[in-house]
């Protein structure tokens, strides 16, 4: 009997990777608020008795709670929606694992560092900046301190699924390149470590097999920045030659993205290392096999 495995919020980039990894081992039922794919049913897990009705229904062996708003700039504007969201729904999801007494998954996120440091393992004391880092923040202690077993994931600079579903940096790169620009205007200032999507999933499984509950930086291999991520990219594309990167500092951006970022964002996956369990690819393989996987004919 394939173990059963109930997923919320997984519309997203990072719910592509999951169902991709774990829909041939396990029973999953996939739910979001926005069904954009085949393998997906309706729930919005703001609704509690909904979302409590509906695992409780499937009667899985494990919830995964993903689904969060990450645009930083729109939560600074909507604080009490992202409060309810991203640290509310992370509450009423552990109430139900509990109840069940099944584990709950959590995804948080670098982003709950200040940036003083200049790497963050899985033990230093996180210090969220905006509304954003604190809600996700104030997920994860709330999970840390009232499952009775949970994985929490710290996710960096995500990437995965594709021009559907990808929002994110190396999207946001990849569609200036489709409409024709041939300069690109990157950050200097920011430093973190990428997450690929399909890399994240296969490691939390490996966390789920062997029952090694608790807290996890889960992030590729490599130290790098905004900047040497968008040089990478151009490189894989074979754009050296085409396009012009300008190096600018944040204020550059500041109209667009006035959020607080940390300067540095840079996990080590040291738990993951010591309990020989990381399927994190270094950061520059993992974007060339995304780009190979996702974007193949994006530019023709």
Partial sequence: MKKKIYIAGCGGMLGEAFYTQFKNDYEIKCTDKDVNA???????????????????????????????????????????????????????A?????????????????????????????????????????????????????????????????????????????????KQLKDGKNELFIVNDKDGTPTYTQDFAKTVKELIQHEYWGLYNCVCGGQTGRLEVAQELIKVMGKENEIKIIPVDSDYFKDIYFAERPASERLLTRKLDIRGVNRMKDWKIALEEYIENYYRGYLD
């Fill in 38 to 92: 085949e393998w997906l049913s309706f729930l919005d897990f703001r609704d509690f008795e909904a979302y409590k009705k509906d695992v409780e229904a499937f009667k899985p062996d494990y919830l995964f709670h993903l689904g969060a708003y990450t645009d930083l700039e729109w939560c600074e504007q909507n604080a009490d929606e992202t409060y309810l969201t991203n640290t509310l729904c992370v509450e009423n």
């Fill in 94 to 174: 552990v109430y139900i694992a509990n109840a069940m007494d099944i584990p709950l998954l959590y995804i948080s996120t670098a982003g709950i560092f200040d940036g003083k440091k200049e790497l963050y393992d899985d033990w230093d004391t996180p210090n969220p900046l905006g509304v954003y880092a604190r809600s996700k923040y104030m997920g994860e202690r709330f999970v840390v301190e009232n499952s009775k077993r949970y994985l929490v994931c710290r996710a960096g600079w995500m990437m995965g699924a594709g021009p559907a579903k990808d929002k994110k940096f190396i999207q946001k790169l990849m």
